[in-house]
């Protein structure tokens, strides 16, 4: 049966007893006079992966951008567990302090080893021209976030000579070094191949388990969404078109989000 939720308003399907560690209301972006999001309202569990899918266009990186706290909404909420409603300037920046993003392409420097590329991750506590080993605490965590991802044993090697998997550890290390509450990721795997792709996804929702994190992830792999997120929240032309538990985005349901804007428009 599917559990599509169609049209405003969205009423969500709970998959995690706990309350939500961060929560969007009524969430609208204007760009140009143009509307990206519109009225959006999701909910996104601790020690849980929510993927967001949905076609090209449909507001996915806004979507994460306000909640990383690079775009402002026009208007609407979002509201995380510790820090209440974001209504300043310090609440953004403590929620941003919190976060972290993997990145599609990594965003490695080729000719340093692992361990230096996850110590990027503590680029503000030194000089970047400074003389001084990094601080300990930092040194420690790197290694830490390098052993999550299996690969403390190659350290020290630089990682122009990793594969595309291994660099994307590295990345997904660097993004857990100073331990995020939220995890943010646009496409972060798609430039690898499905099973690679399944195999990191896997591991980052243990870690997101295991730490109590709360991870977001931009999808356009649609079986690993299902396979591997708790939950979806399917995003088109700016509004959720479904909110609910991974194994539910059934077929018909994606047949849906991923319809063409003017099909939904219809008498809008
Ligand atoms: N700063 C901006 N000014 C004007 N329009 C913008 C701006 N940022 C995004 N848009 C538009 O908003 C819409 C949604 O963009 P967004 O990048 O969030 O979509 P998306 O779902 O992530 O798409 P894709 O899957 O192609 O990356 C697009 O039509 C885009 O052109």
């Known amino acids: 049966m599917s559990m599509l939720h169609l049209a405003a308003p969205v009423s969500f399907i709970p998959v995690a007893p706990a309350a939500p560690a961060l929560r969007v209301d009524g969430l609208s972006v204007t760009r140009g006079g143009r509307a990206i999001l519109r009225q959006v309202s999701a909910a996104f569990a601790a020690g849980a992966v929510t993927a967001v899918v949905g076609p090209s266009g449909a507001g996915k990186t806004t979507l994460l951008n306000v ?7 026009s208007c609407g909420m979002v509201a995380s567990e510790q820090l209440g409603a974001l209504r300043s300037a310090e609440s953004w920046a403590a929620l941003r302090q919190r976060a972290a993003t993997i990145f599609q392409d990594h965003a490695l420097i080729g000719r340093l080893s692992a361990l230096d590329n996850v110590l990027l991750a503590f680029a503000d506590t030194r000089h970047p021209l400074s003389p001084w080993p990094w601080p300990r605490f930092a040194r420690e965590a790197a290694a830490r976030a390098l052993a999550d991802v299996g690969l403390l044993d190659r350290a020290f090697e ?3 000579n990793f594969s595309g998997g291994e ?16 995890l943010l990721g646009d496409e972060p795997f798609s430039s690898l191949d499905p099973p690679l792709a ?3 996804c896997d591991d980052l929702r243990a870690l997101a388990v295991r730490d109590g ?3 977001v992830l931009v999808l356009h792999q649609i079986a690993l969404a299902r396979a591997l997120a708790d939950r979806i929240v399917g995003l088109n032309d700016g509004r959720v078109l479904f909110d609910g538990p991974a194994h539910a985005f059934d077929a018909a349901t994606e047949a849906t989000v991923f319809a063409a804007h003017s099909h939904l428009n219809q008498g809008v």
């Open 67 to 73: 909640l990383n706290g690079l775009v402002e909404p």
């Open 213 to 215: 994190v709360t991870v």
């Open 158 to 160: 630089r990682v122009d």
């Open 167 to 182: 660099r994307q550890r590295v990345g997904v290390a660097r993004a857990l070094a100073r331990g995020p509450r939220l």
């Open 198 to 200: 399944r195999r990191l």
